[in-house]
T-cell receptor, first 114, second 109 residues
Framework: IAGITQAPTSQILAAGRRMTLRCTQDMRHNAMYWYRQDLGLGLRLIHYSNTAGTTGKGEVPDGYSVSRANTDDFPLTLASAVPSQTSVYFC?????????????FGPGTRLTVL | GQNIDQPTEMTATEGAIVQINCTYQTSGFNGLFWYQQHAGEAPTFLSYNVLDGLEEKGRFSSFLSRSKGYSYLLLKELQMKDSASYLCAVVDSNYQLIWGAGTKLIIKP
């Protein structure tokens, strides 16, 4: 089934630990995004990638890094987790840039940092 | 700054009509999306407007006025399954989506 998968579904993490959230899409979309969603706030863009090999910073990039080695995968890494990074993380993709296209979302990863 | 405003919560009755408003102030405008998000799930696409006017799609319609920085989502013949959050998102001058906090819609029988 075509779509976006994320792993893990949920995770409890000790502060200071390193964590990578995985995201894979099989729709051959060029653009991919990482958002965090917190209660009472809109989705906030962390990092994005317009095409394989390129990445860019979003609204809230501090404490996070990404890579885009190929079209399908877009992992998000927290180098040293802090409690303020407790959130639901969504990965999304779209099939082009420059012309607004709908974004397709993965099921999300619920992360708790203690 | 960039700002998207939506009501936090609305309540409506099954079978009725509800209008969810969204006002925006953004750096540039390249379209507006509406997404639906059920509790604990991912957002899913509902509509996209880039020109002024009404776009109808089944029970759901979306309206845009660029001069007023205003959009609304109209849901007709409400069903219990329409209980969800509705997210408004504007495409800014950099073609990034700026998201509102969402409107939680509660449907009562």
């Amino acid at each position: 089934i075509a779509g976006i998968t994320q792993a893990p579904t949920s995770q409890i993490l000790a502060a200071g630990r390193r964590m990578t959230l995985r995201c894979t899409q099989d729709m051959r979309h060029n653009a991919m995004y990482w958002y965090r969603q917190d209660l009472g706030l809109g989705l906030r863009l962390i990092h994005y990638s317009n095409t394989a090999g390129t990445t860019g910073k979003g609204e809230v990039p501090d404490g996070y890094s990404v890579s885009r080695a190929n079209t399908d995968d877009f992992p998000l890494t927290l180098a040293s987790a802090v409690p303020s990074q407790t959130s639901v993380y969504f990965c999304a993709s779209s099939d082009g840039t420059g012309d607004p296209k709908q974004q397709f979302f993965g099921p999300g990863t619920r992360l708790t940092v203690l | 700054g960039q700002n998207i405003d939506q009501p936090t919560e609305m309540t409506a009755t099954e079978g009725a009509i509800v209008q969810i408003n969204c006002t925006y102030q953004t750096s540039g405008f390249n379209g507006l999306f509406w997404y639906q998000q059920h509790a604990g799930e991912a957002p899913t696409f509902l509509s996209y407007n880039v020109l002024d006017g009404l776009e109808e799609k089944g029970r759901f319609s979306s309206f845009l006025s660029r001069s007023k920085g205003y959009s609304y989502l109209l849901l007709k013949e409400l069903q219990m399954k329409d209980s969800a959050s509705y997210l408004c998102a504007v495409v800014d001058s950099n073609y990034q989506l700026i998201w509102g906090a969402g409107t939680k819609l509660i449907i009562k029988p």
